[in-house]
């Protein structure tokens, strides 16, 4: 610790100002306070004696993503030997599946940082650190084959349209990794649906080539049971096997990257409401509301496989469990009255649920349920507010 | 010819500083719904210019006899009558594009431009004004339908009036069309940009 201070101490002066590289003093602040609290106090006003800042907040979120993180990389290794038909033991299933996923998230935090180093430059302000967690969200959410160049223009699309334009961080109404999903879904269905994109078959970085094997097939649970002819919900794995609902909660299935395994997210779940990063009720009511929805399909829906899906395995497939511990909970764009957060969470997983029975062209309804209550996060709390305020009112007219 | 500067402000000002698009916010509607292609953004563009200058002209001869009270009625005939004729224009000499435009043709009755230029200009101005006023706010309707159909049609389907730009090793090498162009919620983000950078270059033109 000690050697990187000295570094940073004694570069320092070339990025202040009349330094050989003060251009950049916004990439060198960024760094600097990453590394080491920074050296500041406040000056006036309340002094509040706490560790916590948006940088450790946000380090926390990415610790809590690592489970799901690394399991997904395994999981990418997992169903890449299975669909070539190789043996493969777990070093190597993991190492593959690091290899194939490596490049999204560079690719992601490079474009990300770049484009807020260069409006903290414009805009002579600090580097923002909302771009940590939603840099390290993005990989987690698309499909491990998901070229990289659309990653990148989708990141780029999301950081501006989504965050720099409102403010940039903690301003942003919408949140960003999924409006970067979003922008790929609808610009490239293609390479965002379907059975090729789930499971990586070609090689990474020239090692474990192969050919997929008779019988394999890449779709995901969901896509099955949104595509099946028949009313039975029975979904299969990579083999053809049908799998359960112990499958799809540890999460050898084929999915996006960081969604599948319910378990790595729960454990990321209980990190986050220890720490009191997240909000519990938000979670809780995400579950809930997906729940009994789920169950009102389950007992009046129509015939379909995805209406018949039984409530509780609706809960661990797709993102649902993703989308419920790590997008429905951002600070900024989720309802931030306590009875609000309630009321927002509940319609997340309803509307999600919803989405994916109803839909027949959306399989998975969650990225696009957060999306449509992120507007509406505001208003609801607007309305819990109002109407505390007319409680309130008449309470006093009462004593009067 | 020598222009006055009042006049030329008639002609010129709608391009940008008082342009009906980015400025007023106006025949929004139709710039998301005609500009998937460049020729349809074009025709339609073309036609609007052409009727809100006609419009113009005709209420601006008539204005002193129109009684104010039904003077929207008066307005909606006219307008209605130039439309009518566009459209049976169109379907004539350019049938394709007419099927393209589909409602569209029609729906420049209630476009926002035409009705805010013969209540704002026309009532009160004379007819050679009115007609330069009407080429202006056509024009500056039409030049931001062309931009954004030529992004929409470029970045959506890799064409320019049909015919394909992007080479087809583009395509090889692993390029895809973005199918959000095609959508019109890319529309409302392209206008978006060039309010933008129509901002940026004229900084006295930003709200404070």
């Known amino acids: ?400 | 010819m020598k222009l006055s500067d009042k006049t030329k402000q008639t002609l010129l000002g709608p391009l940008s500083s008082n342009n009906p698009v980015i400025m007023q916010v106006l025949g929004i509607c139709s710039a998301l719904a005609v500009t998937v292609e460049l020729k349809p953004a074009l025709v339609m563009g073309l036609s609007v210019t052409i009727i809100v200058a006609l419009a113009n002209v005709i209420i601006s001869l008539i204005r002193n006899t129109i009684p104010s009270n039904v003077r929207i009625i008066v307005q909606l005939v006219v307008v209605a009558t130039v439309v009518t004729i566009v459209s049976e224009v169109l379907k004539a000499f350019a049938y394709d594009v007419s099927v393209q435009l589909s409602v569209y043709i029609g729906l420049i009755i209630t476009n926002c431009i035409l009705m805010g230029r013969l209540e704002a200009f026309a009532m009160g101005n004379k007819p050679w004004d009115s007609f330069l006023d009407g080429l202006g706010n056509g024009f500056g309707y039409a030049w931001i339908l062309v931009v954004v159909a030529f992004f929409r049609e470029l970045l959506g389907s890799g064409k320019l009036l049909g015919f394909q730009v992007i080479p087809q090793c583009v395509y090889d090498a692993g390029y895809v069309n973005n199918g959000l162009m095609m959508m019109p919620s890319m529309a409302l983000i392209l206008v978006a940009c060039i309010i933008w950078v129509h901002r940026s270059i004229n900084k006295d033109l930003q709200d404070k």
Not at chain 1, 149 to 178: D, H, P, Q, R, S
Request: glycine share 10%.
């Open chain 1, 1 to 400: 610790m000690k050697f990187i201070k000295n570094i940073v101490e004694k570069i320092k002066p070339t990025f202040s100002e009349g330094g050989k590289l003060a251009a950049f003093h916004s990439l060198f602040d960024a760094i600097e306070t990453f590394l080491f609290v920074p050296n500041e106090t406040a000056k006036n006003g309340t002094h509040i004696h706490d560790a916590i800042d948006t940088k450790r907040s946000m380090f926390t979120v990415v610790v809590a993503l690592l489970p799901a993180m690394l399991f997904g990389m395994w999981n990418v290794g997992y169903q890449h030997f299975i669909a070539i038909g190789q043996q493969a033991n777990f070093f190597e299933q993991f190492a593959f599946g690091l290899l194939a996923v490596l490049p999204t998230l560079l690719v992601a935090y490079a474009v990300g940082l770049g484009i807020e180093v260069i409006v903290a430059q414009v805009k002579k302000e600090e580097v923002a650190e909302g771009f940590f967690v939603t840099g390290f969200l993005i990989p987690m959410i698309v499909p491990i084959d998901t070229p990289l160049w659309m990653t990148a223009v989708a990141t780029a699309f999301a950081v501006i349209f989504a965050k720099e334009v409102f403010g940039g961080t903690g301003y942003n109404i919408f949140n960003v990794a999924l409006i970067t999903r979003a922008f790929l879904f609808f610009a490239y269905p293609t390479a965002m649906s379907g059975d090729k994109v789930w499971v990586r078959t070609r090689d990474a970085f020239w090692w474990g080539a192969g050919n997929p094997v008779d019988g394999f097939s890449g779709a995901t649970p969901l896509g099955q049971l949104g595509t099946s002819a028949s009313g039975s919900p029975v979904f299969s794995d990579t083999m053809g096997q049908t799998a359960g609902f112990w499958d799809a909660f540890i999460g050898w299935i084929p999915g996006s990257v960081g969604e599948t395994s319910t378990l790595a997210i729960l454990l990321g779940a209980i990190l986050l409401i220890a720490t009191g990063v997240a909000s519990w009720k938000i979670m809780l009511s995400v579950f809930a509301g997906g729940a009994f929805t789920a169950l009102l399909f389950n007992v009046f829906g129509p015939e379909t496989a995805i209406a018949n899906l039984p409530w509780y395995e609706h809960l661990v497939l797709g993102g649902f469990a993703f989308g419920a511990v790590f997008m429905a909970t951002d600070p900024v764009t989720a309802a931030r009255t306590e009875t609000g957060k309630w009321i927002y969470g509940f319609l997340i997983g309803a509307i999600a649920i919803v989405v994916r029975v109803l839909n027949p062209g959306y399989p998975e309804g969650m990225m696009l349920a957060i999306l449509l209550m992120n507007i509406f996060g505001c208003f609801i709390d607007w309305c819990v507010v109002q109407s505390n305020i007319k409680k309130r009112m008449k309470r006093v007219k009462q004593i009067k």
